[in-house]
Structure formats: C-alpha cells, structure tokens
C-alpha cells in the first residue's frame, strides 16, 4: 500500500484529489490553510515535545522549534517517498518549512513573547495571514522556476 504523501494542488495536472493551498469551505480559516501543509505527524510530534518541555526557561521550547523547522522540509522530502520510483515532492519540502514556522507563531505566542519582549500575540495572527497570502504565490514561483511536486 502506498504511504500517504501530503501534497499540494499543482494547477498543470488535472483531476488531482489534492486539497488546494487555502480552499475548503468558507468557515476554513487563515491557520486551516497553513496547517493544511504541514505533515500531521510533524505537527503531532511537535505537540508532544512542547507539553513534555517545560515552559520555563522558554529556550529550550524555542530551540525545539527552531530544530523542527527543516525536519518538516526534511519529512516531505524524505518521510513520504514511497520507493524509488515515485519523486520527492520538493514545492512542499520547501513551502512546509515556511508554513511551520508561520503556524508556531501564532500557536506559541507566550514563548516567544517570554524569549522577545517586543512580540506581542497579535505579531502570530499576522505571520498567519501572511503566511496564507504568501505560500500559494512561493507555490507559483516555484513552479515557474520549475521546481518538481511529483
């Protein structure tokens, strides 16, 4: 049995089953859509590690993050191929990351408000919205630039 591959719509291959960067029903919000792009294993992971840390000193969750970053580009890459024959789905290895990044701010506001004392809880809303505005456009250009999903 083929191992699940979380992936991205790309709008050049027809009669995709693939959920698209931001759509979904009207109530699916800006955090939906970034979540939508992260592996749910790395998000599950993430969320057992955080609650076993913790919350003081807050560097150590912060370090954690920091290193789960290019594990989510590593686990599109590499944690979802299944077999030689089928290609590392590169757009997501490189938009995941970003998404993961943008999630973990508006999901860790006290730690980082704790580690900045500039960051304020609102400063994840907005790396959200963002981040929703700006993963279909770095899809794009990475499929301009002709960047493979497979």
């Known amino acids: 049995m083929p191992a699940f591959r979380p992936r991205l719509v790309s709008s050049n291959r027809s009669g995709t089953a693939r959920a698209a960067v931001g759509a979904g029903a009207p109530d699916d919000g800006p955090l939906k859509a970034i979540t939508n792009l992260i592996p749910v294993e790395v998000i599950a992971v993430y969320n057992l590690v955080i609650t076993i840390f913790p919350a003081q000193p807050p560097e150590l969750r912060f370090w954690f993050t920091i290193v789960m970053i290019p594990i989510t580009g590593l686990y599109i890459a ?8 089928q290609g590392i789905a590169w757009r997501q290895a490189l938009i995941a990351p970003f998404a993961f990044a943008c999630w973990t701010s508006a999901m860790q506001g006290a730690m980082l408000m704790a580690m900045f004392p500039w960051w304020r809880d609102w400063i994840g809303g907005v790396a959200v919205g963002v981040g929703t505005l700006l993963l279909p456009i770095l899809n794009g250009v990475l499929r301009a630039i002709g960047v493979p999903q497979n």
Do not use: P, Q
């Not at 590499?78 to 024959?85: I, M, P, R, V």
């Open 78 to 85: 590499f944690g979802t191929k299944d077999g030689d024959e």
